[in-house]
C-alpha cells in the first residue's frame, strides 16, 4: 500500500466473478470496514464519462449568479432537495458553518407510488442544460454500484447476500454536489468541512477535484485520502455501524483548506449518501452482540435516526 492511506478493491471480481473471486473481494471489502472504514473501489460500474459530464453540468451551475442558485433554494426542505447556500450547514459538534454551498437530488418515486408523501419532487433546473437528466442518471448508477457493495457486505456479515436489497430499494439516498468556494480571507475557525461521521449505511464519492480529505484512523491520526484515476471512495455511516453494533466503523473524516497558495483553486466533490427506506429496523443485528461486545445501541428505524441527526447539524429545525 506505498503511499496510500485506504485499501483499494475490485468490484468487478464481485459481479463478474467466480466463486473464488466473490469470496475473495466480500473478505477484502469486510476487512477495510472494519479496519479502515473507508475504501477505493475501481471498476465500480459507474461510467467515468457520466461522472465527468456531471461534473462539469455542476461546475456550470455553481457559477451561475447567486440569486440565480437562490431559486432553487426550497424553504421547509431541510436541504433534502435542491440548492443550500453558503454557512447553512455545520457538523454536529461545531456552531461554525462549513465553506460549501451544495445541491441535492433524492429519490425518483412515481406520483402513485406508496413512499411518494416522504419523497418531495426533485428541484428542475432549468438553466443548465442535461443538469436533471444528468443528475437522474449518476444516481441510478451509483445506486446500482451501492446495491452489490451492500451485498458483499452482508455476505461478510454472515447475513443473506440480498438482506439490504428491499431495504434500499426506493431508498432515501441522497446525491449531492458540493462546491467549496475559493478562500478570500483568513477563515474564522471553519474549515471547508468540519469533522464529522455520515449519517447513512454507506457513502460512495466521486471526483473530489482538490485534494483535501482526511481520514481519522485507530490510532487518532489525520490521513490524506487521495483517490486514484477513476476510483470511487467508500466509507461506512452511522446507520451500518448502529446495526452492527459497533463491529463496523463509521470513520471521522474532514475536508481541510489548503495551503495559502492554493486558496484561489475551489474544490468540487460529489458524492452519493446510500441511504435505506426510513421504515428499516436499525436494531443492531443479534450475530453482532456478543459478551465482548454487548448491545450499544436502543432500537430504532432509519427515519427516526435520520430526523435527529438532521436535526444536530442544523438543517432541521
Known amino acids: 500500500m506505498s503511499g496510500r492511506t485506504i485499501p483499494v478493491v ?3 471480481k464481485f459481479v463478474e466473478g467466480n466463486e473464488a473471486d466473490r469470496a475473495e473481494f466480500v473478505q ?4 477495510a470496514f472494519k479496519e479502515v472504514g473507508f475504501v477505493g473501489v475501481k471498476k465500480h460500474g459507474v461510467p467515468q464519462e457520466l461522472v465527468d459530464n456531471f461534473y462539469a453540468a455542476s461546475k456550470a451551475f455553481f457559477s451561475l449568479p447567486v440569486d440565480k442558485k437562490r431559486s432553487y433554494e426550497v424553504e421547509g426542505l431541510a436541504g433534502q432537495r435542491g440548492y443550500t447556500s453558503f454557512g447553512k450547514e455545520h457538523a454536529k459538534q461545531s456552531q461554525v ?7 441535492q437530488i433524492g429519490q425518483y418515486v412515481d406520483a402513485d407510488d406508496p413512499l411518494k408523501a416522504e419523497y418531495p419532487d426533485n428541484v428542475n433546473v ?3 442544460p442535461d443538469f436533471n437528466q444528468l443528475s437522474h442518471d449518476l444516481y441510478k448508477a451509483f445506486e446500482s454500484s451501492g446495491r452489490y457493495l451492500l451485498r458483499a457486505i452482508a455476505l461478510y456479515l454472515g447475513l443473506d447476500e440480498n438482506y439490504f436489497d428491499d431495504k434500499i430499494e426506493k431508498g432515501n439516498s441522497i446525491l449531492r454536489t458540493i462546491h467549496y468556494p475559493p478562500i478570500t480571507s483568513e477563515p474564522k475557525s471553519a474549515i471547508r468541512a468540519e469533522q464529522h461521521e455520515d449519517i447513512n449505511l454507506i457513502t460512495l464519492l466521486v471526483g473530489a477535484s482538490a485534494g483535501g480529505l482526511q481520514l481519522l484512523n485507530t490510532e487518532n491520526q489525520w490521513l490524506d485520502i487521495t483517490p486514484e484515476e477513476n476510483e470511487i471512495v467508500i466509507n461506512v455511516g452511522d446507520m451500518l455501524q448502529r446495526l452492527t453494533n459497533n463491529y463496523l466503523k463509521s470513520t471521522t473524516h474532514r475536508v481541510v483548506n489548503p495551503p495559502r497558495e492554493m486558496w484561489h483553486v475551489p474544490r468540487l466533490s460529489i458524492p452519493f449518501f446510500l441511504h435505506p427506506i426510513s421504515s428499516m429496523d436499525l436494531s ?9 461486545r454487548p448491545l450499544a445501541y436502543e432500537p430504532i428505524t432509519a427515519g427516526e435516526y435520520l430526523n435527529e ?3 444536530e447539524i442544523g438543517l432541521k429545525k
Not at 28 to 31: T, Y
Not at 284 to 292: D, K, Q, R, T, V
Open 284 to 292: 443492531c443485528l443479534a450475530g453482532c452482540i456478543s459478551e465482548e
Open 28 to 31: 477484502e471489502i469486510g476487512r
Open 309 to 311: 441527526r438532521l436535526r
Open 126 to 128: 432549468t438553466d443548465i
Open 10 to 12: 475490485d468490484l468487478s
Open 97 to 103: 458553518a462549513d465553506l460549501k454551498e451544495f445541491f
